[in-house]
């Protein structure tokens, strides 16, 4: 390379990665009014609250910032190097709480407390030490930045990636700085401004004694929360209160400069064995899971590090996902065939709609679809932004080496599939009779009934949020729906209210529509084809007499034609309360 391409090149890294960093502290300011950090929120006010000055408040933050930096980026080092459980640190967190809670609590513990340090400031000859509030400012910091969970982006996934497969490198480290830098510029201001505020309370000057007691019964309950896990059970349920703010998150973070940089860092333009040709269509290190929510058919967490010498496939899939379930067959069949013979099946489920993040309800699909092999619930797309995907299904088979080596996104390829899984394990089998069930032809396309995604609504391709009274649209054009009676529509479904009909002029050989019987535990729709109930030729696997009984949160096939047709489908809801998410075509 002559010395102007160089300069090019650098020019362009250079600019690259100050956008990435860029974005990266402005992730981190963010995160003040992220779901995941309010938790935290009253034990950083009430630890703030006790001290005087911006002492107290700068050892929070600092005591927060250092030990999830350091934790987030050593912890898998120092794992592999002491053989230890990291689990540790959380208990290391909850005592200190204890203590400081005891402190606030009962006298006698602050007495030998300020016993303790007193004989240290004689000891080292500093009388300043014992009025020093950055010291329990620090450690309360410390404890929490043990256990705070961040909500994560397609950056901070990098990280913990990186992390995770210990493949450390200094510009990762820099986003991280800078990513901490945003996240305690409005932490400190937080807690600072919340002590001047109760500072400057008369009630609370007035029962001072009282309110550090209070303070101190929420530092407990902050630790028994930690001690039980309860911490991350509300964390989780305030991310799905709030599902908007995983949405804006991924927007921020999702332009093309900051995802070809964060490629660059986790690809770090390694060489690989194998040259890329009709198989093989990739050479890049196969990220690590993250933010995993469940586990699922293991006894244990997986971790890609672990499954080194041997093949893996990863399924990206959702439960109502038809191209996913069409594709299901032959994802068992190859974990049946080869699992004894080193290739190792992961199906991440991450969920397209709210309902799909039930444990119980990916349970239901498992026994469903006859599904043995480890599934995650990637509830919070950690691993689907580690992985930079974009769609249901997609399928990555990673190498010996952790390497991904092909991908594969919809339905469709099976045979060139398992035989790059035959390749890789070394072995030279007949590839599988199933049959391939991928639409050759073209459908009306996937539809969807709430308000952020709907856009085949006829005439208007969308209606708002809100009740609406609705009357069918007559001549609805092919691909369009139409609305009649009462609705309700939310950003991801229609609910039913009052004589709510719904009908579909489409072009398929079968319709499906993704349902949940909402505060009902079942409820009949009926269906019409042409005007007149849908006949047991034509019906649906679940429909009955023209009637389909929606009792669970799923994918319900409504028709099943001989072939690719046009006609028009009448949904009838004789109860209320059913909410109506998408309809899919094949």
């Known amino acids: 390379m002559d010395q ?68 987030t980026l050593s912890i898998s080092y120092l794992v592999r190097a002491f053989d230890f459980d990291p689990e540790i640190f959380r208990y290391i967190a909850v005592v200190i709480l204890i203590i400081l809670g005891l402190i606030l609590i009962v006298p006698f513990f602050s007495r030998v407390v300020e016993g303790f340090v007193s004989r240290i400031a004689g000891r080292f000859g500093n009388p300043g030490i014992q009025n020093n509030d950055f010291l329990p400012g620090f450690l309360t910091g410390l404890s929490l930045g043990v256990v705070w969970t961040p909500c994560a982006g397609p950056i901070l996934a990098t990280i913990a990636t990186l992390s995770a ?190 309902f799909e993040k039930k444990t119980e309800n990916v ?49 469709g390829e099976y045979k060139e599939t398992e035989l790059a899984i035959q390749k890789l394990l070394g072995i030279s089998d007949e590839t599988s009779e199933m049959p391939d069930m991928t639409p050759t032809t073209r459908n009306t396309p996937e539809a969807y009934l709430g308000f952020l995604r709907m856009n085949l609504f006829y005439p208007n391709g969308a209606i708002s949020n809100g009740t609406h009274d609705l009357t069918l649209s007559k001549n609805i054009s092919l691909n369009y729906f139409s609305l009649g009676g009462k609705w309700e529509v939310a950003n991801e479904y229609s609910k039913t209210m ?21 505060i009902n535990k079942s409820a009949k729709v009926k269906v019409f084809l042409d005007g007149k109930p849908v006949d047991s030729l034509n019906a649906g696997v679940d429909v009955s007499s023209g009637i389909v009984i929606v009792d669970k949160d799923r994918l319900y096939e409504l028709v099943n034609l001989d072939s690719q047709e046009e006609h028009t489908l009448r949904l009838e809801f004789e109860t209320s309360g059913v909410e109506v998410f998408a309809f899919t075509f094949g």
């Not at 703030?48 to 930096?69: K, N, Q, V």
């Not at 029962?207 to 964390?235: E, H, R, S």
């Not at 959702?318 to 191209?323: D, Q, R």
């Not at 004589?499 to 319709?511: C, G, M, P, Q």
Request: charged share 15%; proline share 4%; aromatic share 14%.
């Open 165 to 354: 497969t210990r493949n450390l490198n200094i510009e990762i480290i820099l986003v991280t700085l800078v990513y901490l830098i945003g996240v305690g510029i409005p932490l400190f201001f937080f807690a600072y401004a919340g002590q001047r505020i109760i500072s400057k309370t008369r009630l609370f000057n007035k029962y001072t004694g009282v309110a550090q007691k209070i303070f101190g019964v929420i530092i407990l309950l902050t630790a028994l929360l930690i001690f039980t896990n309860y911490d991350k059970f509300l964390q989780a349920k305030l991310l799905d209160a709030f599902p908007s703010y995983a949405t804006f998150l991924n927007d921020l973070e999702g332009n093309d400069v900051v995802k070809k940089e964060l490629n660059n860092i986790k690809n770090n333009n390694v060489e690989n064995e194998f040259e890329n040709n009709d198989l093989f269509n990739q050479n890049i290190k196969a990220p690590e899971f993250v933010g995993i929510t469940n586990w699922l058919n293991t006894q244990k967490p997986l971790l890609l590090s672990e499954l080194r010498g041997k093949a893996v496939l990863i399924d990206f899939w959702t439960y109502t996902c038809i191209n996913c379930i069409r594709t299901l067959p032959h994802v068992v069949s190859w974990y049946e065939n080869y699992k004894d013979r080193g290739l190792v099946v992961i199906g991440v489920h991450t969920p397209e709609f709210e």
């Open 4 to 71: 102007r391409g160089f300069y090019k090149r650098s020019r362009q890294y250079t600019f690259t990665m100050t956008v990435l960093l860029i974005f990266a502290f402005l992730s981190g300011l963010v995160t003040i009014f992220a779901p995941c950090i309010w938790p935290l929120l009253p034990i950083v006010l009430s630890s703030s609250a006790i001290g005087r000055g911006h002492r107290r408040p700068l050892g929070i933050t600092l005591g927060i910032l250092i030990s999830f930096g350091l934790l």
């Open 363 to 411: 349970e239901n699909a498992l026994k469903q679809y006859k599904i043995n092999y480890p599934v995650a619930q990637d509830n919070n797309y950690g691993t689907w932004n580690a992985y930079s995907n974009q769609y249901w299904p997609a399928k990555y088979l990673i190498d010996k080496n952790g390497f991904v080596r092909r991908v594969h996104f919809g339905e």
């Open 498 to 518: 009052q004589n709510s009909v719904l009908e579909y002029h489409f072009i398929a050989k079968n319709v499906y529509l993704v349902m949940r019987p909402g």
